[in-house]
């Protein structure tokens, strides 16, 4: 069931009646934080709406390094019960989501008088699989290696080991979630502003709070709830100290950026993802097979600049990722010009009270999440893309009221609304696994045959995006409902005619409108996706 509220037509009707209902809960935030707050909220049966001030996933749950991981550097620093959490949500979202969350291969090359050693590093590999309940990780062949890798640098490598974790389209799994929650009565809308909240009586969480907001191409709205909950990741305010305590030493939200590099496969073949430790800082980097296309990444810096600035890769990042490209890769002789897309992305890291961010390097922080009050209202921040549903299980358990209409557990899972397989047997798999139970009223509306050159997608998913996706703008198309822009080192510029007409069709976009559109979208793919010459 597709929320009706998605469609050009819907989302105006739907807005006139926001005040109709009184809500159990609102929140604040549509990535992968928000999303999973308003999946577990609905399947309990609170009474939930989900508001994003700009588009589904368009800060950091769009811009990640795609992998779903338990993270062997947080097990190689001792942050064990971090690691034991991420690596068991790692291996359910594989069961939950098949395809869409799927186990990746990497590798690890063993060289001569380089960190990590073979032995040791194997022995971490047990203590990773011991936490996942299954084993992974094996021993390759230096010629294993190099068909998995062709132009990694075999000299002085006198081992390697594979071992797994997983992968995902971060903000297609954002989406899924959000399209899940409205299985259960979850409501969320894009493009819609939180001007204002106000605490309408006091006490903690026994008062009810008014909620005015400012949808795109709307009037203002003025809604009631009995609880607010914030999940706007990095955008987080850090809380403040109790003035009754003064000794009170919250945390403090800690911006990281982290920026990635995209190219060919012609460029940079690779059947299996492969660690790098860089040559300078000996940081764990990723080069992976993504999309049909290879991801490079990651940085880890702090953001200094506002946040309500556009999020860049620095000339500094560039370099750095290209250093350990040509350390790594030297027969390749990649160089800037190589690379289809960049993207950046501000990780939401908290602080240990106390600490001194300019005696703690940005990857010695902690990844752990925290639930907060403040004003009556709710705050989730920190945490890692892999960990969300446990996010959102920790803060929703906050709450003492109960949903009027309560659901008996256990309460339904994500990914429980299967579908039958025997129905779209000819019908790509790639589909199934990407839209669920979606994938046939998808193949009815357009049969997925022609595919959209030089990407992974299929037109049909243009025509259905636009058609039941909650696009507002060309850049949510793109960018974030398909990938497409990103593998055009363009954008995507021989596609205008066709978008045009789709929007026209879909949107009821007139010429004047497409072209402010893809005005917008060019300023956004300029500044923000293209890399440095």
């Not at 006198?158 to 997983?166: H, R």
């Not at 955008?235 to 030493?249: E, F, I, K």
């Amino acid at each position: 069931m597709l929320p009706e509220h998605w469609s050009a037509k819907g989302r105006q009707e739907a807005l006139d009646h926001l005040t109709d209902e009184e809500w159990d809960i609102v929140i604040i935030g549509g990535g992968i934080s928000g999303a999973g707050l308003l999946f577990e909220a609905s399947r309990r049966g609170y009474r939930t709406l989900l508001l994003e001030k700009n588009d589904f996933a368009s800060g950091s749950s769009s811009q990640s390094s795609k992998l779903v991981h338990g993270g062997i550097r947080y097990l190689a620093t001792g942050q064990l019960s971090l690691t034991r959490q991420a690596v068991q949500a790692r291996e359910h979202l594989c069961r939950q989501l098949p395809g869409l969350v799927e186990h990746l291969p990497l590798m690890m090359p063993h060289y001569r008088n380089h960190l990590p050693g073979r032995f040791k590093f194997r022995a971490l590999m047990w203590l990773y699989d011991f936490l996942a309940g299954k084993k992974y990780h094996k021993g390759l062949s230096i010629a294993d290696m190099q068909k998995a890798a062709p132009s990694l640098r075999s000299q002085q490598c006198y081992a390697a080991t594979q071992f797994e974790d997983a992968v995902t389209d971060d903000a297609r799994l954002t989406l899924r979630v959000l399209l899940e929650a409205a299985q259960f009565g979850g409501k969320a809308f894009n493009y819609c502003s939180v001007d204002h909240i106000q605490l309408l009586e006091s006490g903690h969480q026994d008062g009810g709070f008014q909620v005015d907001i400012t949808p795109k191409d709307h009037g203002s709205i003025r809604l009631s709830a009995r609880q607010v909950i914030h999940a706007t990741g990095a955008w987080t305010s850090s809380p403040r100290a109790h003035p009754s305590d003064p000794h009170d030493d919250p945390v403090k939200v800690r911006p990281l950026r982290g920026s990635h590099l995209l190219f060919s496969q012609k460029r940079l073949p690779l059947e299996k993802g492969v660690c790098l430790i860089h040559p300078d800082d000996s940081r764990l980097m990723f080069a992976l097979p993504w999309l049909g296309h290879t991801l490079v990444g990651t940085t880890d810096l702090d953001h200094k600049t506002p946040m309500d600035d556009p999020i860049q890769m620095q000339q500094q990042e560039q370099d750095y990722l290209f250093k350990a490209l040509q350390h790594y890769f030297p027969a390749s002789k990649l160089s800037p010009k190589d690379c289809l897309s960049v993207w950046s992305g501000v990780r939401p890291v908290l602080s240990e009270p106390g600490s001194d961010p300019n005696k703690t390097s940005p990857s010695e922080e902690r990844r752990e999440h925290k639930v907060w009050w403040q004003d009556g209202q709710l705050y989730l921040c920190g945490g890692k893309l892999t960990t969300f549903q446990k996010m959102a299980e920790d803060a929703i358990n906050q709450l003492k009221f109960r949903p009027q209409a309560p659901v008996a557990k256990p309460w339904p899972e994500l990914g429980a609304n299967s579908h039958n397989q025997g129905e779209f047997l000819l019908i790509p798999e790639s589909l199934h696994q990407m839209y669920g139970a979606d994938v046939i009223p998808l193949n009815k509306m357009v049969p997925a045959e022609q595919k959209v050159a030089a990407t992974p997608y299929y037109k049909a998913e243009l025509h259905w995006a636009l058609a039941h996706l909650a696009v507002q703008h060309l850049d949510d198309l793109l960018l974030r409902r398909t990938r497409v822009g990103l593998f055009y080192a363009d954008g995507g510029a021989s596609m205008k005619d066709e978008l045009s007409e789709l929007c026209q069709k879909y949107l009821h976009w007139d010429e004047s409108r497409f072209e402010d559109e893809w005005q917008r979208y060019q300023n956004i793919y300029q500044t923000l996706y293209q890399q440095h010459s």
